[in-house]
């Protein structure tokens, strides 16, 4: 960020310079002609997409392993529908290749929560909603940047009528706290708020 104030800074330099000594108009649309090329062709660069996500033209490669399912409660497709669905992200939202080792980001992800609660308790004491909570501890390395190690644990929930079976409606609800949880995570690796 700091090599983008100083190319600023050297651009609006360089105009004042040019206002100073008398130009022809050709002259002068030349010398912004060459002067905005040479901005865009300079060290700063980032790569930005529509995302949001800001990543140095360094890193290539993202590696997203299988994400072990360590939560007290487990369910089957849980680890699979999660690692797919960070990778899929990742690898849509950005030009980042997906390799198995060594990439230049790792994102090493474990469930660690997977739970049913109660909530919305009504005057006759029975829960008119219930809420399934999942938890994710991401532990997130750059190889280029040893600065943006962070390690994180994120959680996301969604409620739904006690009327209705957790089996029922359990794959939708894993869906959309998927889509939550793989959005904070990549917002919290590659996107610089």
Known sequence: MINLYLC??????????????????????????????SVSVSSCRMSYSFTGASISPNVRTV???????????????????LTEDLRDYFTSQTSLMLVDRNGDLN?????????????????????????????????FTNKTDEKQKWEQSFSRYLDY?????L????????????????QDIFNKAVVNW
Do not use: H, W
């Open 63 to 81: 590696t997203i392993p299988n994400m072990p399912n360590n939560a007290p409660l487990v369910v089957p497709t849980l680890s699979r529908t």
């Open 167 to 182: 089996s029922t409606v359990q794959d939708g609800l894993i869906k959309g706290i998927a889509d939550q949880l793989v």
């Open 8 to 37: 600023v800074a050297q651009f609006f330099d360089l105009i004042l310079n040019i206002q100073r000594y008398p130009m022809t108009i050709p002259k002068r649309t030349t010398c912004l002609m060459l002067l905005a090329l």
């Open 107 to 139: 994102v090493a992800s474990t469930i660690t929560g997977y739970i049913v609660q109660p909530v919305a308790i009504q005057g006759n004491e029975t829960a008119a909603m219930n809420r399934l909570t999942i938890t994710v501890m991401v532990k």
């Open 161 to 165: 009528s006690s009327n209705l079976q």
